[in-house]
């Protein structure tokens, strides 16, 4: 009779208690990939928000660079239940972005080169919690993890971070992106386990 | 017939129209209407779930996301499916 044993072990286990439930800690950076890696060129990068009065705030590469730049260390959490710890960035806050910005809607609509998309709430974009991120592990950001610059929203699943980021258009609704299309949650928060409708 | 009937309908078609060879369907791409054999499109496979896109434009033709429990796929790339018996 050991069937009530079990519920004394409480948290022995040893699991890490950064790691959000189903996820497993992983050593590499596993890549993900809907399609072919675009091939950007620093010179041709432009980073654009656009609102529902149809301005457009635009910046280039060196635009980019002449913001304040924050170093961000944070774990990371793929749907695919891999998790990294501790991980180190360097990027723009989309703070930084936004202070010009004025916008009513709530949503924002991510797309990237190469056509991907992927919806974030705007509050899940400001105060601190989210970059556009040009760095990782002190390198630039390769092209097949998101380079020349990526979004990195690392609070929520990593489909979220869309690699190769161009813009920003807001949006009165939230309205699926490309995986939130095909199964995956609208929102995407690991400690939750929102991983599908 | 004038009315219609519930979904249950097309169980029947549905079975049948799937027990084909899916690779050696065609596909009309609804990006660049290409009309290509589905075994000719470019598959991305990832943990996430499978891409399958135009081998002439690029453009995404299907999603497949299985989760093991769950799957879902979307077909909305292409305007029709072609089976030949």
């Known amino acids: 009779m050991s069937f009530i044993t079990r519920g004394f072990t409480g948290r022995g286990r040893e699991r890490d208690d950064r790691l959000p439930p189903g996820q497993t800690l992983v050593g590499d950076f596993p890549v993900l990939s809907a399609g072919p890696t675009p091939d950007i060129d620093t010179a041709d990068w432009e980073f654009t928000i656009r609102t529902e009065s149809g301005a457009q705030h635009s910046w280039n590469w060196d635009q980019l660079m002449a913001l304040p730049i924050e170093d961000v260390t944070t774990d990371i959490h793929c749907v695919t239940h891999w998790s990294k710890l501790g991980t180190g960035w360097r990027g723009v806050a989309l703070d930084t972005l936004f202070e010009g910005v004025d916008t009513d809607y709530a949503y924002t609509m991510a797309h990237s080169y190469g056509g991907y998309t992927t919806n974030v709430p705007l509050d899940d974009l400001l105060d601190g919690k989210a970059w556009i991120a040009f760095e990782f592990d002190g390198e630039p950001l390769d092209p097949e993890h998101g380079g020349p610059a990526r979004l990195l929203v690392p609070h929520l699943y990593f489909w979220k971070s869309a690699k190769w980021v161009r813009g920003l258009v807001m949006m009165e609704d939230d309205e699926p992106g490309f995986w939130e299309q095909n199964g995956y949650h609208l929102r995407g928060d690991p400690w939750k386990e929102e991983r599908y409708w | ?85």
Do not use: K, Q
Request: proline letters at 1%; glycine letters at 12%; one cysteine or more.
């Open chain 2, 1 to 85: 017939m004038t009315g219609h009937v519930d979904g249950n309908a097309i169980a029947g078609p549905l079975a049948d129209f799937f027990s084909f060879d899916v690779t050696m369907a065609t596909g009309r791409c609804r990006a660049c209407g290409t009309v290509a054999e589905l075994a000719r499109a470019m598959v991305y496979i990832s943990g996430a779930g499978t891409v399958v896109r135009c081998s002439t434009c690029d453009h995404v033709l299907a999603v497949l996301v299985d989760t093991g429990e769950r799957a879902w796929i979307d077909f909305g790339g292409v305007t029709a499916i072609e089976v030949r018996r």
